[in-house]
């Protein structure tokens, strides 16, 4: 064969795929035309960041904007001339070695649907939220940016302009000394302080109100106790409305009010008391009905979401997703105000239904099996879709659909060039009983390239996090690249829906109440014994791995069961009350799942805990974590690590520990830090379930490093040698 034609051979997944796959983010169609506008994410290396750009299709598909780095959520203007959007834009440069740089604030740009220069709409010192709304005029845009009781009196733009220089320079230097004394010492005084990566600050969302040819900035709220998050305009733009925990409530409250606000400041609740994990709603085009979802409040976390619709008229609401036994999201209002389309859970895969509201009859719209859809858009006169979906070789296609002929149209698919060239490997679904015949279990089976069932392989078990999250055989680009990564490396890869996850009706949702770890991990170890039976894996060479809630399922599935060769445990939960008592608001998940707190039965909740059976822990264990992570923070990693090693001083441990990444290292943490956690994952399962391949990865890597010591010692020579010439 000649070395042109062997440049062609299809090539496995790699680790350096992660900087060339693509995925899409958001879809939105451009009013009165049949556009498509979408955003793609990409992780790049030469900074070790990421982008996002809006690109459009227009016949094909064409980027719209630089993304530099990073524009997102889009919103049309009426008459579908003009595209705002929020960006972080910034010069992309490395930071200069001690001079500690503030990063740029997000603010909302308009660009013209034709092309040509994004144009700063706000110019907000603490940036703006993502929840914006065109008025219906499009004259108007309003947003929320968050102000502390300081900010709230503090000059308006308009106002510093006639103030002198000295004395602007002078205020804004005891504005950054107020900010620092906060910092140190840090004062708690709520429930609930930190989330993600930071610590809340004192700010509150606040309404504003730009004017699109004057950029004046009217606020409508000065609240230091409501904290505004999401924002849309009434019908006659003489108001807003947007959402507030229910006042006295707490920071761990579930109940929410949805508020009328007026130009003079005046808020009137329109809806009270309103149960739900989050205060995500949608008013009617024509400003009659909202649309929330919401949450079952004696069931808590067990209990599946639904939608309810307020008439703001009768003040009438009704549930009209009961007859779904699944959780449904991403509501959409037809332009009409007839219908409502959302995304429900199902078996693997997520499919657009639709509600006419007049009859309340539920529709199934889009339901194509081969592909999860995770996002869509409704064109204004209700007659195509716009979509982007996981598909199980390529985790980001782009979709236009007709809802009249049910015809399907692929119009991108990023990803194509890229995985046209590599070979991957192929995913079985499989069927099976589960712990006690309680449940149907779905899995997936996904074999190495070049799979021969006649040879023995060693298998990867991985496991979500949740517990009511599910997996499908159609996954994103952190997923998608992992398992791939992992088959390419030789591994037969099994993943699988135990009981406690979504998809699959609500008794199955709460399948693992006041007992994660014993149902929910025998569904999936009986899984495995279904792969094994196959006949092509080694029983001696299996490896099993996860996070967050994986984690926890990883630390106590090897406390309580020797099948594995080895263990790296992610992002864990490892001893309950430390968890419940350093996370953020996921503390609820132990009040609602166990129905006790540590302050009310330690003991029981003690022995649901991972770390209550590192006595029996014989499986070498890799502990991946990272310092701030803030939803399941570190302590319990620290707990479950010491506990090992001083019950078991002998057995192979690592703890690896990623200082500023937190709990999303996996998805959108540092690239190069998401590239040495899968190389840790396949090192360490290798060393115990490919030791051959290990050991000669070891010699390789131990061979260039004495190359690369060899020519720094002979340049190190050669300049020693002109120096003395």
Not at 437 to 461: C, H, M, R
């Amino acid at each position: 064969m000649s070395k042109k034609e062997n440049s062609k051979e299809k090539q496995k997944i790699c680790l350096d795929d992660l900087f060339q796959l693509k995925q899409i983010v958001d879809t939105k169609i451009r009013p009165k035309s049949d556009e498509v506008y979408y955003v793609i994410n990409q992780a790049i290396r030469d900074d070790n960041g990421y982008r996002n750009s809006i690109w459009r299709h227009r016949e094909q598909p064409q980027q719209f904007t630089q993304g530099l780095p990073s524009d997102f959520s889009m919103k049309w203007s009426p008459d579908g001339k003009t595209l705002a959007f929020v960006s972080v834009r910034t010069v992309l440069k490395k930071p200069t070695p001690g001079k500690p740089t503030e990063p740029p604030k997000p603010q909302i740009y308009l660009m013209p649907f034709d092309g040509g220069e994004a144009i700063q709409l706000t110019k907000m010192s603490n940036g703006i939220m993502p929840s914006f709304d065109w008025s219906k005029d499009g004259k108007k845009i309003v947003f929320i940016s968050r102000l502390n009781k300081e900010e709230l009196v503090e000059p308006t733009p308009e106002e510093l302009k006639l103030i002198e220089p000295d004395d602007t320079a002078l205020l804004q230097m005891g504005k950054k000394k107020a900010e620092e004394k906060k910092k140190e010492p840090r004062i708690i005084t709520r429930e609930v302080y930190r989330s993600g990566t930071s610590y809340f600050d004192d700010r509150k969302g606040q309404i504003h109100i730009i004017d699109i040819e004057t950029k004046k900035v009217e606020r409508w709220t000065n609240s230091t106790t409501d904290d505004y998050t999401t924002v849309e305009f009434g019908p006659d733009d003489s108001f807003v409305i947007s959402a507030r925990q229910k006042p006295g409530t707490g920071d761990e409250s579930r109940i929410w009010d949805f508020v009328k606000i007026t130009p003079d400041e005046e808020v009137m609740p329109l809806i009270q008391d309103h149960y739900a994990w989050g205060a995500s709603f949608k008013l009617s085009p024509d400003g009659k009905y909202l649309a929330a979802e919401i949450g079952n409040e004696d069931m808590g976390s067990l209990g599946q979401s639904n939608f309810c619709i307020y008439n703001l008229e009768t003040k009438e609401s009704r549930i009209i997703t009961e007859d779904i036994d699944n959780n449904v999201l991403s509501p959409k209002w037809t332009k009409d105000s007839k219908y409502l389309y959302f995304l429900v859970f199902e078996n693997g895969i997520a499919i657009i239904w639709r509600c006419e509201i007049a009859s309340g009859e539920l529709e199934k719209i889009v339901d194509v099996g081969d592909k999860l859809i995770y996002g869509f858009d409704i064109s204004e006169d209700n007659e195509w879709l716009a979509y982007p979906a996981f598909y199980v070789n390529d985790p980001s296609k782009l979709f236009k659909y007709n809802i009249t002929s049910k015809k399907e149209e692929l119009l991108h698919a990023p990803n194509k060039d890229l995985l046209d060239g590599k070979k991957l490997g192929e995913t079985l679904e499989i069927w099976y009983d589960g712990h006690n015949n309680d449940f149907k279990i779905q899995g997936w089976v996904l074999t190495p390239p070049d799979f021969d069932s006649e040879k023995k392989y060693p298998l990867a078990l991985n496991m979500h996090g949740g517990p009511h999250v599910m997996w499908s055989n159609h996954q994103s680009i952190p997923m998608f690249h992992e398992f791939q990564l992992l088959a390419a490396e030789g591994y037969v890869v099994f993943y699988c829906n135990p009981r406690g996850s979504n998809g699959y009706g609500q008794a199955f949702y709460k399948g693992a109440e006041k007992a994660w770890g014993d149902d929910d991990s025998q569904d999936i170890l009986l899984g495995v014994d279904q792969v094994v039976k196959r006949g092509y894996i080694d029983e001696k060479r299996m490896g099993l791995t996860g996070g967050s809630y994986g984690g926890f399922l990883t630390a106590w599935i090897v406390g309580h069961d020797d099948r594995f060769a080895a263990a790296v445990s992610q992002r864990g939960v490892y001893f309950i009350s430390s968890f419940w008592a350093t996370t953020d608001g996921a503390r609820i998940l132990i009040d609602d799942e166990f129905g006790v707190t540590p302050l009310e039965d330690s003991a029981f909740l003690w022995e649901r805990s991972p770390a209550a059976y590192a006595k029996n822990i014989k499986t070498p264990l890799c502990i991946i974590h990272s310092e701030t992570d803030y939803r399941a923070p570190i302590p319990d990693a620290e707990m479950l690590y010491t506990a090992v090693k001083r019950l078991n001083p002998t057995l192979d441990l690592e703890l690896v520990r990623y200082p500023g990444e937190g709990h999303e290292l996996s998805r959108s943490g540092q690239p190069n830090r998401r590239l040495d956690r899968l190389q840790r994952i396949v090192d360490w399962f290798d060393k115990y379930c490919q030791p051959k391949k290990y050991k000669d990865k070891q010699k390789q890597a131990e061979k260039i490093k004495k190359i690369k010591a060899d020519y720094k010692k002979k340049v190190s020579e050669k300049i020693k040698e002109l120096k003395e010439k």
